[in-house]
């Protein structure tokens, strides 16, 4: 059964950093495309970026594209997401994901997710 845990959330100042941590069980990251997607209140769910499982990065929102950077652990268990010069819309929850093939499919063809983390960027 894939099972995400994210962590890494909290509060911080405009143009500052954070960084995700998603912990995977079930799988191991070199099996399936994994990548983040966030949603703010009110709004619709935002695929941000996704890695396949060559190591391939697509960006699928250009509002983070030079900002945010995905990675994942030698052990291909966990998966992270830098997170730099942070702008009060970028305030939403943050999930992890798994497109459930090996590459990166549509922007929100994510199937399985963990429960999220909340990032706050104050201005």
């Known amino acids: 059964q894939v099972q995400f845990v994210e962590s890494g959330g909290g509060l911080v100042h405009t143009g500052g950093s954070l960084r995700l941590s998603c912990a995977a069980s079930?799988?191991?990251?070199?099996?399936?495309?994994t990548g983040w997607f966030r949603q703010a209140p009110g709004k619709g769910r935002e695929g941000l970026l996704c890695?396949?499982?060559?190591?391939?990065?697509?960006y699928y929102s250009d509002s983070v594209k030079d900002r945010f950077t995905i990675s994942t652990n030698n052990r291909k268990t966990t998966l992270y997401l830098q997170m730099n010069s942070l702008k009060p819309e970028d305030t939403a929850v943050y999930y992890c994901?798994?497109?459930?093939?090996?590459?990166?499919?549509?922007?929100?063809?994510?199937?399985?997710w963990g429960q999220g983390t909340q990032v706050t960027v104050s201005s």
């Open positions: 994901a798994t497109w459930g093939r090996y590459y990166c499919s549509g922007q929100t063809e994510f199937d399985s």
């Open positions: 079930g799988f191991t990251l070199d099996y399936y495309a």
């Open positions: 890695i396949s499982t060559r190591g391939d990065v697509t």
